[in-house]
């Protein structure tokens, strides 16, 4: 496991990803955002969570890269809102993960 920690704690957040999944999830995001290694966390969670969501091609080509990538984390809080209402409204807790 990449952080077998942070795994278990994105699995408990009620994601509905096996804590492998969340493991893969949280290597994509730091692979394609290297800031995210100096991240709290709960970023490192919350970019997770949306990878295991949406996939990492969505991120890739999502404002909330370039927000992360920029450290503009209150920007990226509320493009994970934006997303979270549009695909996945039960997860709108993955945003106050930013808060960490």
Do not use: C
Request: proline content about 1%; aromatic content about 8%; glycine content about 4%.
């Amino acid at each position: 496991m990449y952080n077998e920690v942070l795994s278990a704690d994105i699995v408990a957040t009620g994601v509905k990803i096996t804590a492998q999944e969340a493991d893969t999830s949280l290597q994509q995001a730091i692979k394609l955002s290297p800031v995210l290694g100096q991240a709290s966390q709960g970023k490192q969670a919350a970019i997770a969570i949306f990878i295991a969501m949406n996939g990492a091609d969505d991120y890739r080509k999502s404002a909330l890269k370039v927000f992360v990538d920029e450290n503009q984390w209150e920007h990226a809080r509320m493009e994970i809102l934006k997303w979270s209402k549009r695909v996945h409204n039960q997860f709108l807790t993955q945003a106050d993960l930013f808060s960490e």
